[in-house]
């Protein structure tokens, strides 16, 4: 698992293991979806065929759309998209969907700037959603229900999905703790000035603001 | 970020290569990372070559770095226009030169 075929370059370990345990959470049953559910979700969301599945993955279209539009035009999302979502499917499913969406472009992004194919999706585990969903949450002009904060809690609604996708900063950029410093680097790898604009770039192209 | 970190290195950096990637970032390396984004995202050259001059000028591992940033931001990006956090006007303002330097104005979506 996640050898990278096609890298010109061994990947580090930290990176791999952050990746095979993140297979292992799409595969095992979320707050509102199950395994199955999850892990049929993004195979069609990588044909492009969330929106067309939806029913068979147990999510309605507009849900499935956003999953679409999220993973392949990010700069078309927008506040309409998102709550015509929440309002046929709810907002937890909602978070779910765009929690998992986003995960899954992070580590495919890696590969295809890597040059290397795809890692096949997992074979799912059994069990039932968690129902573990935040309380109290309140949309705070935001398309979705968050606490107050930066992007980094974002996907709180859903606190063990929160808490996974916050770990996958410290392999793929940086912990929290080295964000606070303007000259950190990897040795051998990149200083934050290198890291800095590639994540520029990346933003640009994808109309973000942040 | 981007601005600190290239000041606390002592880097002459140029913002206006993240307008333009034909222009020296003053950053080692710097316009090898830029195309490795734009061959990814726009398609402009194969990968093959910007490979080879990631590994060739900064060592393999900064490749690895590169992707993998690279893929957090494809996240973070998302991230940001799904729950479509507000940008605080303080930020905006305070950024305008940069805003305008950079052609970004378009992207404070409502």
């Not at chain 1, 595969?27 to 195979?43: F, I, K, W």
Request: a negative charge.
């Amino acid at each position: 698992m996640f050898e990278f075929r096609g890298s010109p370059v061994s990947v580090r370990p930290d990176l791999r293991f952050a990746y095979t345990s993140l297979w292992g959470h799409f595969s095992r049953p979320g707050p509102t979806l199950d395994g199955q559910q999850r892990v049929a979700l993004l195979t069609s969301v990588r044909d492009r065929a969330a929106e067309e599945t939806a029913r068979t993955v147990g999510i309605e279209h507009p849900l499935g759309l956003l999953a679409d539009t999220l993973y392949h035009d990010p700069t078309t999302v927008d506040g309409d998209l998102v709550r015509s979502a929440a309002d046929a499917s709810g907002d937890p499913a909602t978070v779910e969907v765009a929690a998992l969406v986003s995960m899954l472009s992070s580590v495919d992004g890696t590969h295809r700037a890597l040059g290397a194919d795809l890692e096949p999706l997992p074979e799912t585990s059994a069990g039932n959603p968690t129902g573990e969903i935040a309380e109290g949450l309140k949309r705070r002009r935001t398309h979705l229900p968050v606490p107050p904060g930066p992007i980094p809690v974002m996907f709180d609604l859903l606190p063990y999905e929160g808490a996974v996708y916050q770990g996958l900063f410290g392999p793929q950029y940086m912990t929290g703790w080295e964000m606070a410093l303007d000259t950190f680097r990897r040795s051998p790898g990149l200083d934050r000035a290198q890291m800095e604009l590639v994540s520029s770039r990346t933003s640009i192209h994808n109309e973000c603001f942040y | 970020m981007l601005r600190a970190s290239s000041s606390a290195f002592e880097y002459g950096l140029d913002l206006d290569a993240l307008r333009d990637p034909a222009i020296p970032t003053g950053v080692p390396g710097g316009n090898l990372l830029l195309r490795l984004v734009d061959a990814v995202l726009v398609r402009t050259e194969p990968l093959e070559p910007v490979h080879g001059g990631i590994i060739g000028e900064l060592g393999p591992e900064a490749l690895v770095d590169a992707a993998s940033v690279f893929g957090n931001f494809e996240m973070m990006n998302r991230v940001a226009e799904v729950s479509g956090i507000p940008i605080p006007q303080q930020g905006i303002d305070r950024n305008q030169g940069l805003i305008d330097r950079l052609d970004i104005g378009g992207f404070v979506k409502h």
